[in-house]
């Protein structure tokens, strides 16, 4: 299963969370990122770089990239930071409106589904979590660190490391 990251610029948290997701991955899960209105060619923010080898990943040869169609092609799963990067890939792509959620809000159901139960995995999940219907909130989203210091830096870092961690779980099955 290929799951795309993406935010604003992609340096900061959608950088973060495919460093953190591929560090935790594993076999048959893979995680790339890409932006919105990415900073194309720039490497991962110093901060958020910091922070990610705090936890054991590895920042190193990170370049941002663009969100496009060819991405958007190869991808199984869009989780994104904010409601706002959901609808920009929705709109590029209508084709994954099935399969694109904020980073939140698949957790949130996710976490509902196997609550009751229900404990899919990979592709299965995405499916059942597509099926649900319930409106995402902006307390599903997460904040933009960009140019806000290492502290808030340090405070996405750590709800990045959470989420993606419990949905990288999730999604092998684990």
């Not at 991405?71 to 706002?84: C, G, H």
């Not at 139960?117 to 995405?126: I, T």
């Not at 502290?151 to 990288?168: F, I, M, N, P, Y």
């Amino acid at each position: 299963m290929r799951v795309l990251y993406v935010c604003t610029g992609n340096i900061c948290r959608s950088t973060f969370a495919e460093r953190w997701s591929s560090h935790l991955a594993p076999a048959g899960l893979s995680f790339s990122s890409a932006g919105t209105m990415a900073m194309v060619g720039d490497p991962m923010d110093g901060d958020m770089a910091h922070e990610l080898r705090l936890r054991g990943g590895d920042p190193g040869g990170f370049v941002s990239r663009q969100v496009s169609l060819p991405i958007l092609r190869e991808t199984d799963l869009v989780l994104t930071m904010e409601r706002r990067h959901k609808a920009y890939v929705v709109e590029e792509m209508p084709g994954l409106v099935r399969r694109t959620f904020t980073l939140g809000h698949f957790l949130h159901v996710a976490e509902e589904l196997a609550a009751a139960g229900q404990r899919p995995a990979g592709d299965e999940l995405v499916q059942a979590v597509s099926r649900v219907r319930v409106p995402s909130s902006r307390s599903e989203s997460v904040e933009d660190p960009y140019r806000r210091g290492p502290e808030k830096s340090a405070e996405v870092a750590a709800q990045l490391e959470d989420w993606t961690g419990r949905v990288v779980r999730m999604l092998a099955g684990a």
